[in-house]
């Protein structure tokens, strides 16, 4: 690639032992880490500040002053690029699919804090939110400025680099490292790591954002692989994306508590407490065995939790009262 990243996180993310959790998961104490990949730092941190690095390296490269990209209203993506704007003194508009007004709460409330521009899209397919994207750039060059467009989620071989990095830090961090466990949106997460570990290592949960996302992450990590990577020899589950993207499935639900008790650690319901359950599954169906080294990347996401009524309700049911 000719661009280079433009340094917005903190890097190496730490990688912590996580035993109560291996062994409610019917793991042995010493088999479970987790890569806190939601500790990149800026904007609240997540994923996205990897794969921002390149694909702002880029913008900047190009000699853009606005950024633009597309999303959900609860985006974790939309809010760090509105981050990574703010940092590097560019103007930001996030596409973003449905209307104003339902709910401020969660990633949006962030996104107006970092003082991006909202562009709503109404109820689009993923086509109809690329071409609102396109109506805003041409707008944005029409008035002078100088746009680039961020691929959905930041995910294309440029932005799945960041998480070819993120694999060259875990091949440090965790030796004999057997399985890594990742949340699969977009692609681009996952690619990097099939990229740098090679597919068998890498099982990817599936979260329900794209119809085909085998070949969004074959697409990304082929032209970054030292072997080639097929669809047929990815590991990706497709069990638990429920009734759909956004909603909050039991198996996630579940997980989200038994993080939360076991290690004091936060998921969050779209994307964690997806990857978590299937964690779960895999090791319940013997996908993922006691005795092997296996990692989960936790990618954050928390501000979403926060944007989630349900979410919110679940965990308001779990609080005991104490006393009579
Ligand atoms: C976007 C996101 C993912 C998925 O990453 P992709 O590269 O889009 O597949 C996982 N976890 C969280 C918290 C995210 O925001």
Same mark, same amino acid.
Request: aromatic share 4%.
């Given at each position: 690639?000719? @661009?280079?990243?433009?340094?917005? !996180?903190?890097?190496?993310?730490?990688?912590?032992?996580?035993?109560?959790?291996?062994?409610?998961?019917?793991?042995?104490?010493?088999?479970?880490?987790?890569?806190?990949?939601?500790?990149?730092?800026?904007?609240?941190?997540?994923?996205?500040?990897?794969?921002?690095?390149?694909?702002?390296?880029?913008?900047?490269?190009?000699?853009?002053?606005?950024?633009?990209?597309?999303? #959900?209203?609860?985006?974790?993506?939309?809010?760090? /690029?509105?981050?990574?704007?703010?940092?590097?003194?560019?103007?930001?508009?996030? *596409?973003?699919?449905? #209307?104003?007004?339902?709910?401020?709460?969660?990633?949006?409330?962030?996104?107006?804090?970092?003082?991006?521009?909202?562009?709503?899209?109404?109820?689009?397919?993923?086509? $109809?939110?690329?071409?609102?994207?396109?109506?805003?750039?041409?707008?944005?060059?029409?008035?002078?400025?100088?746009?680039?467009?961020?691929?959905?989620?930041?995910?294309?071989?440029?932005?799945?680099?960041?998480?070819?990095?993120?694999?060259?830090?875990?091949?440090?961090?965790?030796?004999?490292?057997?399985?890594? *466990?990742?949340?699969? $949106?977009?692609?681009?997460?996952?690619?990097?790591?099939?990229?740098?570990?090679?597919?068998?290592?890498?099982?990817?949960?599936?979260?329900?954002?794209?119809?085909?996302?085998?070949?969004? *992450? *074959?697409?990304?990590?082929?032209?970054?692989?030292?072997?080639?990577?097929?669809?047929?020899?990815?590991?990706?589950?497709?069990?638990?994306? !429920?009734?759909?993207?956004? /909603?909050?499935?039991?198996?996630?639900?579940?997980?989200?508590?038994?993080?939360?008790?076991?290690?004091?650690?936060?998921?969050?319901?779209?994307?964690?407490?997806?990857?978590?359950?299937?964690?779960?599954?895999?090791?319940?169906?013997?996908?993922?065995?006691?005795?092997?080294?296996?990692?989960?990347?936790?990618?954050?996401?928390?501000?979403?939790?926060?944007? @989630?009524?349900?979410?919110?309700?679940?965990?308001?049911?779990? #609080?005991?009262?104490?006393?009579?």
């Amino acid at each position: 690639m000719s @661009h280079s990243p433009v340094p917005l !996180g903190t890097f190496p993310t730490p990688v912590e032992p996580a035993p109560r959790l291996a062994a409610a998961l019917g793991l042995e104490p010493g088999d479970l880490w987790i890569k806190r990949d939601d500790l990149t730092g800026l904007g609240g941190g997540g994923n996205k500040i990897r794969k921002l690095e390149w694909t702002v390296g880029a913008a900047l490269a190009e000699g853009a002053d606005t950024l633009v990209t597309t999303g #959900a209203p609860q985006s974790n993506h939309a809010r760090l /690029t509105a981050a990574a704007g703010a940092r590097l003194g560019l103007d930001v508009v996030l *596409v973003l699919r449905g #209307a104003p007004g339902a709910s401020r709460s969660g990633n949006l409330a962030l996104d107006g804090l970092f003082g991006a521009r909202l562009a709503w899209a109404g109820e689009v397919d993923r086509a $109809g939110l690329d071409a609102a994207a396109a109506e805003v750039c041409a707008r944005l060059r029409a008035g002078g400025a100088r746009p680039a467009l961020i691929p959905f989620g930041g995910s294309g071989v440029l932005g799945a680099q960041g998480y070819v990095r993120c694999g060259e830090e875990l091949d440090e961090q965790v030796p004999q490292l057997r399985t890594v *466990v990742v949340a699969l $949106g977009s692609g681009g997460t996952m690619a990097g790591l099939v990229a740098a570990l090679g597919a068998g290592s890498v099982l990817g949960v599936d979260v329900g954002a794209l119809t085909d996302p085998a070949a969004a *992450v *074959v697409e990304f990590a082929a032209p970054l692989a030292t072997q080639e990577v097929t669809a047929k020899g990815l590991r990706v589950r497709r069990d638990q994306v !429920g009734a759909g993207y956004a /909603t909050l499935t039991g198996p996630a639900a579940q997980a989200l508590r038994l993080a939360a008790r076991t290690e004091g650690l936060v998921l969050d319901p779209v994307y964690t407490g997806r990857a978590l359950a299937g964690l779960h599954a895999a090791v319940q169906d013997g996908d993922i065995r006691p005795g092997e080294k296996t990692v989960f990347v936790h990618t954050g996401g928390l501000p979403g939790l926060f944007g @989630h009524a349900d979410a919110i309700a679940f965990a308001e049911e779990g #609080a005991g009262t104490f006393g009579g």
